[in-house]
T-cell receptor, first 113, second 115 residues
Framework: DTEVTQTPKHLVMGMTNKKSLKCEQH?????MYWYKQKAKKPPELMFV???????INESVPSRFSPECPNSSLLNLHLHALQPEDSALYLC????????????FGSGTQLSVL | AQSVAQPEDQVNVAEGNPLTVKCTYS??????LFWYVQYPNRGLQFLLK??????LVKGSYGFEAEFNKSQTSFHLKKPSALVSDSALYFC?????????????FGAGTRLFVKA
């Protein structure tokens, strides 16, 4: 199994809603990542988890809250988002932090109304 | 500053012709360089990487990349383009920051292969 699975594929939410994005991998990878990608732009790193511990937070607003319950799962909790947060949210994993060959999920296309 | 640049927004090539997608980089120390491809509404897929060794790196789907240290370049190449190669291509570099390593992506180059 060389897949990173993200759910949901699409999400529409209002600015007062609370929602969560989920990511799962069963490759035994110990590093997991959240990226944000706007249309026709490169992915921008948001968070990095290494061995279930948060190791990088790229100054992301607190309305985005990551969680890594175990080595296979990564969540991104969303609360009080703004319309400008609408984007494709990509989860990725790698064997470890030093091995930066990234495996990406297909992403969650988020629209904030 | 650690960065990667892709000077072309779009590359157009006829099917069967060779293709080149350009990338230059700026990093501290020895570079770890990558190419990824993204198809519409999908995540990025790894194509190839350079860490050390031969300057010509072979990857997935017949792609290869040439590392040139003096020119700080890592151009992606393919001898004969296919229509199905049309996609968005990202060059990336492993950079070091206060939290450890992270991957920095270039702006992306859209490859359009015409039948």
């Amino acid at each position: 199994d060389t897949e990173v699975t993200q759910t949901p594929k699409h999400l529409v939410m209002g600015m007062t809603n609370k929602k969560s994005l989920k990511c799962e991998q069963h490759m035994g990878h110990r590093a997991m990542y959240w990226y944000k990608q706007k249309a026709k732009k490169p992915p921008e790193l948001m968070f990095v988890y290494s061995y279930e511990k948060l190791s990088i937070n790229e100054s992301v607003p607190s309305r985005f809250s990551p969680e890594c319950p175990n080595s296979s799962l990564l969540n991104l909790h969303l609360h009080a988002l703004q319309p400008e947060d609408s984007a494709l949210y990509l989860c990725a994993s790698s064997k470890d932090r030093g091995n930066e060959k990234l495996f990406f999920g297909s992403g969650t296309q988020l629209s904030v109304l | 500053a650690q960065s990667v640049a892709q000077p072309e927004d779009q590359v157009n090539v006829a099917e069967g012709n060779p293709l080149t997608v350009k990338c230059t980089y700026s990093v501290s120390g020895n570079p770890y360089l990558f190419w990824y491809v993204q198809y519409p509404n999908r995540g990025l897929q790894f194509l190839l990487k350079y860490i050390t060794g031969d300057n010509l790196v072979k990857g997935s789907y017949g792609f290869e990349a040439e590392f040139n240290k003096s020119q700080t370049s890592f151009h992606l190449k393919k001898p004969s383009a296919l229509v199905s190669d049309s996609a968005l291509y990202f060059c990336a570099v492993r950079a070091i920051n206060t939290g450890g390593f992270k991957t920095i992506f270039g702006a992306g180059t859209r490859l359009f292969v015409k039948a």
